[in-house]
């Protein structure tokens, strides 16, 4: 039997009912260019033009897509996707940018960190997403995802995102004009420019731009005015096909006081997220910084610390700064170094990760307090509709806002089974999904908790 004859055929009649089931500019950017390439009697193997799109179609359209391969083949039918292996940017290059005006000292600071490359970014699967995205966008400026909209919490990589799109691109092709600012720098050179008047220098500073790289844009958010200018520079910008991409410490929508029509064009292109990574991805970056650092710790020194540093990934940095300051003081080599040691020599580090860790009790007792039930019904066996709810409500925030394991949340509501953790977040998400207030109520109860980490 033929099973590659067959299973093309399976996936063109999918592919058209995938056609008329997605917007047309989504079928175009997901599926146009998804091909078959064999498989078997109950798999269809299918080849993605790129990790992102393999990424993104079986992260979003998973069961749409089984779904339609099951109808077209009359029988129950999986996929298995895959896309070709994408080659990070080899060498990082100098630093530089290219000035429309190199005589004129720049009016903003530029600062590229050469450090921050594509090569020097752990994947991890809270990551991968916009890593991708990242790297779709560099090899290709303004061609895809325009703007690439890049949010997370504080220290999570998207700056180091920003500034590897940076060296790829300049690498790519040294004359790209690219221009990386943070929002708060554009605020104030508007500020400085409503003073003096010179708008002729700032808007062409700002337009004539290939790839604009716009740094923690909830700055933006906050000034009405920058807001409105930022929008004739994104306009012009999209328009000519030139790339934006923007960093956040949150969505677009989360953006109170952000302008919708800026919202609604941040939505035109690709909004991904980067997420607290889990101690496998913390342990990678840790051994990348020390090796950077050229150091190579010993491994309970380095389980140690993944284990404890677990919110913000530049505290991992600081520890293996501190921990080298130190051996270059003490003349000692690292594979001296015991966790007792280190222990010590970063107690405050460590500490202030203990204080600023979220626990399953936090969440708990302020999910409680918002839905009026005692924190005691949060592991009680009680059943009723709003009680299982508001749990539900906290195991799924436990999962978003801790780096727990699903067991672990399970276990922290007194549960045995992981499957009761993985139930809440459907739910809850399910809910989102339809019904606006809960929507909003999630939101809030995530800004609640948030702030309460830090
Ligand atoms: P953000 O802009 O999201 O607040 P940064 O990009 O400044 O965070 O990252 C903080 C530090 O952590 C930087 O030194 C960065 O290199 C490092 N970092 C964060 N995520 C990763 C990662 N996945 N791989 C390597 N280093 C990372
Ligand atoms: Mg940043």
Redesign the pocket.
């Known amino acids: 039997m033929n099973f590659l004859e067959e299973n093309k055929a399976i996936w063109n009649a999918a592919r058209n009912e995938l056609r008329a089931a997605v917007p047309d500019s989504a079928f175009s950017t997901w599926f146009a260019g998804i091909t078959c390439t064999g498989g078997d009697d109950a798999r269809v193997d299918l080849s993605a033009p790129s990790a992102f799109v393999e990424l993104w179609v079986s992260r979003n359209y998973h069961d749409l897509l089984e779904r339609n391969l099951t109808l077209a083949a009359g029988r129950r039918m999986t996929y298995r996707l895959t896309a070709p292996e994408e080659v990070p940017q080899p060498e990082p290059p100098p630093v530089t940018r290219a000035e429309p005006e190199p005589q004129r000292p720049a009016p903003l600071p530029t600062s590229i960190?050469s450090?921050?490359t594509f090569e020097?970014?752990?994947?991890?699967p809270e990551?991968e997403m916009a890593l991708a995205a990242a790297l779709a966008v560099s090899k290709d400026p303004g061609r895809v995802y325009n703007p690439l909209f890049i949010y997370?919490?504080?220290?999570?990589?998207?700056?180091?995102?920003l500034?590897a799109i940076a060296q790829a691109v300049l690498a790519n092709s040294p004359r790209t004009r690219l221009l990386y600012i943070t929002c708060e720098a554009f605020t104030n050179h508007y500020i400085r420019t409503v003073a003096d008047g010179s708008w002729t220098d700032f808007r062409k500073h700002y337009r004539q731009t290939d790839v604009l790289l716009l740094?923690?844009v909830q700055f933006l958010a906050e000034r009405e005015r920058t807001q409105e200018e930022f929008f004739h520079t994104f306009n012009e910008l999209h328009n000519d096909l030139r790339q934006i991409v923007l960093?956040c410490d949150r969505p677009p929508e989360e953006l109170r006081t952000l302008e919708d029509r800026l919202k609604s064009r941040f939505k035109w292109g690709l909004i991904t997220d980067?997420g607290t990574?889990s101690l496998e991805?913390r342990t990678?970056?840790l051994r990348?910084?020390a090796a950077a650092a050229g150091m190579t710790l010993p491994p309970e020194v380095e389980t140690f610390l993944a284990e404890r540093i677990t919110v913000?990934?530049?505290n991992?940095?600081g520890a293996v700064l501190r921990l080298r300051a130190h051996l270059e003081a003490t003349g000692a080599a690292p594979s001296a170094l015991t966790v007792e040691h280190v222990a010590r020599l970063l107690a405050p580090l460590l500490t202030e990760e203990a204080r600023s860790k979220l626990t399953p009790e936090v969440v708990q007792r302020e999910v409680a307090a918002h839905y009026r039930i005692p924190v005691s019904d949060m592991t009680s066996k009680k059943r009723t509709a709003d009680v299982a709810f508001a749990r539900q409500v906290a195991m799924y925030l436990c999962g978003k806002l801790t780096d727990m394991s699903l067991t672990a949340i399970a276990a922290a509501f007194g549960k045995s089974d992981h499957g009761t953790a993985i139930h809440a977040r459907r739910t809850v998400e399910a809910r989102c999904d339809t019904e606006e207030h809960t929507r909003s109520e999630i939101q809030f109860l995530t800004e609640k908790i948030t702030r309460l980490r830090r």
């Not at 020097?120 to 991890?124: C, D, K, L, T």
């Not at 997370?152 to 995102?161: E, F």
């Open positions: 960190k450090d921050n020097n970014f752990v994947r991890g990551n997370g919490g504080p220290g999570l990589g998207k700056t180091h995102l500034h740094d923690d960093t980067v990574p991805t990678a970056i990348k910084k913000d990934v530049r991992l940095e």
